[in-house]
């Protein structure tokens, strides 16, 4: 089962779109009638915080009679989310639900068809993504993705050591920091090194000081086959992850290089999932 949300997270959301109170539903004299809200796919989508849009119905007074898990792939015309309860609770907690639940689906979605068609060529491949999402979004944009079928590459710079040239040319360059491995290895043995390429040659370079994962980025994957192979045949025990413009028209293709690993962003940016709302008595 995926992670959920805190009441604290529920309760700011509901807050953001109803500081103080529903003018409209007061005005109308309707807040205190009877109703049910229902929110129903419009196409096929990988679902992901219908516990969380759930959540912000019932702290807004309605009481929840369907939910469908986050993860779950549904058809077009499936009732995801139902509840019952006054309009004023009904109306107070629609869009935020629904703004949960089409932006967190929509990553969930792309995720999951980056993930299979990864996987359809290279079945042992691994998607993850990176800390890209946008700022005040990282809960929810980790919940979709694992939704989707990926793992977080790295949740922030507390958990994970990779270094990029912008952090070498501070060591007086790539090979000077390349020198460092086996006492950086020394100082964190629970942790691995991951060291990003940005070309053939500094992703050679990086496999033969031993480090534990080659990060190579923005290779065309035609360049990038010839690199997974020379690596594989001169350091075998080497994680290789490809990064850097990977997205749904490409995966496919990086996935046939050979590469462990995909890391990517472009699964956050995109179209959210459709989802019908219907309110009634």
Not at 203 to 215: F, R, T, Y
């Amino acid at each position: 089962m995926l992670y959920r949300l805190s009441d604290r997270d529920i309760e700011r959301f509901i807050e953001e779109d109803v500081p103080y109170g529903d003018i409209t539903t007061s005005l109308l004299g309707i807040g205190s009638l009877m109703g049910e809200i229902t929110f129903t796919s419009r196409h096929s989508t990988v679902l992901c915080c219908t516990e969380e849009a759930a959540r912000v119905l019932e702290q807004c007074g309605a009481t929840v009679t369907c939910c469908l898990e986050s993860g779950s792939m549904v058809e077009a015309g499936v009732t995801i989310l139902t509840a019952t309860g006054p309009a004023g609770s009904l109306h107070a907690g629609w869009k935020v639900a629904m703004n949960l639940l089409e932006y967190a689906s929509g990553i969930a979605t792309r995720t999951r068809t980056i993930v299979n068609r990864a996987k359809k060529v290279n079945p042992g491949i691994t998607v993850v993504t990176t800390r890209k999402s946008f700022p005040g979004t990282k809960k929810i944009a980790l919940k979709a993705i694992m939704a989707g079928g990926a793992l977080p590459h790295r949740i922030g710079l507390s958990d994970s050591i990779l270094v990029f040239r912008q952090h070498s040319v501070f060591m007086g360059g790539l090979e000077s920091f390349l020198e460092t491995i086996a006492e950086l290895k020394a100082k964190t043995p629970e942790h691995k090194i991951i060291v990003e390429a940005e070309s053939a040659e500094e992703a050679l370079k990086i496999a033969a000081a031993e480090v534990d994962v080659v990060q190579v980025d923005k290779l065309p994957p035609d360049d990038l086959s010839i690199v997974v192979k020379q690596i594989r045949q001169a350091k075998p025990g080497i994680t290789i992850s490809a990064a850097g413009g990977i997205n749904a028209d490409n995966a496919a293709a990086y996935a046939e290089t050979g590469v462990d690993i995909l890391v990517l962003s472009s699964v956050y940016f995109g179209k959210p999932a459709d989802i019908g709302v219907i309110i009634h008595p």
